[in-house]
């Protein structure tokens, strides 16, 4: 599998696309950007695209793109709340290095 999902993201996910009303999953992707140099997209999918690869992890569907895809296999998403924050973290086993605030990363 590509990417997995841990419970608390995946419940996260699950209330968001509920309260939301529709759509198939989430896509996780990334983009060049931040002090690192890449950094994670995350949207929600109401259609699929040409080349988009469906993981079903902990009953989300999980939607990755060919050009993402070999940034972020073997990545684990975590939703993590901390105090007043609140948000997804990621386990690439890809990343190099990250910046010093956490938003973007190497491979």
């Not at 509920?18 to 140099?37: D, E, F, K, P, W």
């Amino acid at each position: 599998m590509a990417i997995s999902i841990t419970e608390n993201a995946a419940q996260h996910v699950a209330e968001q696309l509920a309260n939301r009303g529709h759509g198939l999953g989430i896509r996780v992707g990334v983009t060049t950007t931040g002090c690192s140099g890449m950094a994670y997209v995350l949207e929600f999918v109401d259609k699929l695209e040409a080349g988009d690869q469906v993981f079903e992890n902990q009953g989300v569907k999980i939607v990755v793109g060919l050009k993402s895809l070999a940034y972020i296999d073997g990545t684990e998403m975590d939703f993590v709340k901390q105090g007043v924050n609140e948000g997804f973290e990621f386990s690439n086993p890809n990343a190099k290095g990250e910046c010093g605030c956490g938003e973007s990363f190497s491979v």
